[in-house]
Every structure is written in C-alpha cells, then in structure tokens.
C-alpha cells in the first residue's frame, strides 16, 4: 500500500480531499434515474361525466411531467406497495386463458387483456384470493364508502377488488382524481373509468401518436398490473406476495397487436 493511501485524516491533502468525495458523490445521484413516480408519463385526463354518453369517456389532458420514451427500468413500480407487493395483485386462474373477443374501442380491448390477466372469470366482481373476510355485497353492488368501510373492518389481508383488482391506496387516489363520492357505487362503468386513467398514466395517448413504441407500453402496463408479463415471461414483481405473470409475453403481444395496427 503506498504512503499517500495511508496518510491519516489530520494530513491536509485527505481533509481536502473529502469535500471533493461529498461533491462526486452528490454528482453521481443527480446522474441515477429517477423514481418513476416522479418520472412516469403520469398525466391530468379530463373526463366526461359519468352519465354523459355524447363522447370517449377517456380524453388528451396536459402533460403534467413529459414521459420518456423507452422500456422503464426495472426498479419499483409507479403502483408497487410497501409491503413488497404490487397494488394490482392477480386473482389465481387455475383455467387456461380464453381467446378474446375482438374490439373496436382502444381502451376497451386493452382493459380486456388487463381483466384477462388479472380478474379470471368473476370479471367486475373479483376479489383477491387471499382475502379470508370477504364483503356481504358482490363488488358491484357496493357503494365506494361500503368498500372502504369493509376495507377498514378486515385489516391484515388483500383488499384488491373488481375487474382490474384495484388496492386501496390506487383505488383512493384514482376515485379522487375521477372526482367520485363515497355513494358512488362500483358499478362495470365506474370500474372502466378508473382503469382509463390508469391507461393514460401508462402513456395509451403516446403510444397512439407514435411516441412511445409498443413495447414500451407494454411496459409501463406491466409496471401496473401484476399479472401481466415482460419480455422474460415473468411478472414485474415476480415472487413478490405471490405476484406472478398469468400470460406469456407472447401471448400479451398477440393480444396487444390489434391496438397497433389502428
């Protein structure tokens, strides 16, 4: 080891040295890649009411932080939970995957890969398995202040509820942001209006425009709900609170491709 490597913290050069170190080191943090919570292509939509069928329930807001282009990292998720886990936990299938139907509306076919990854066969009123106390009202028979008040009563255990098994904390922000009340009920319709925003974080306006590629969506959707796969066939959160993929990715581009040919 040479002598300058062993001079002690009272030498002048090593006390001079360390302001130098702190100002690297503070460089190199700036340089990481930010948290996607900050950085994700999250975005204002602007929504029709609930009632009003004139129009696309799901319409261009302004870009409250410029998405990036590219597949994400793969560090936390925009939705992941701090337990580990992601806010969008797949219901078990233990049925093979059925074929979908076609559709004509973006959203829709995209909401319908999410539900078929996720949701299984009770579609708006799934419940996530590992729940042990279960609700007295089928989902969609249940009032927004009844699910958080049954929430609230069976702490401990999954709470992830309908077709796009939304968690708590996701399913507050997001009845926040659609400006909904506690006596809203969670009805298919109510369900469909928070997924649409979810679709817009995930950056769906982008990728229509040629913005993000394909892929990249895929990714950022990935990034939201759990049981849909990357390109290594796994879930984002795989083996996490017993997250995994329920397609192949595969299969995710086949379904997806539709939405590309538009």
Known sequence: MSAKLCRTGTDPEVRMTLPRLLALFLLLCAAMPCVPLLCGPARAAAFLPLGDTRGPL???????IAPRGGAPSGGA???????GGSFFEPVVLAAPLPALAP???????IRNVIALAEAGPAGYDAIQHGARSLPRKRPTAMTLGEIYDWIAATPGQPHAIGRYQFVPDTLRALVHRAGLSRGTRFTPRV?????????????LPEA???????RSFMHNLAGIWAGLPLPSGKSRYHGYAGNKATMTWARFEREMAPVFRR
């Open 191 to 203: 369900q469909d209006h928070l997924a649409d925003l979810l679709l817009h974080d995930a950056g």
């Open 58 to 64: 799901l319409q261009q807001g302004q870009a409250l």
């Open 77 to 83: 998720s925009l939705f992941a939970g701090t337990q």
């Open 208 to 214: 229509q425009r040629g913005e993000i590629t394909p």
């Open 103 to 109: 559709s004509n509306n973006v959203a829709e076919h």
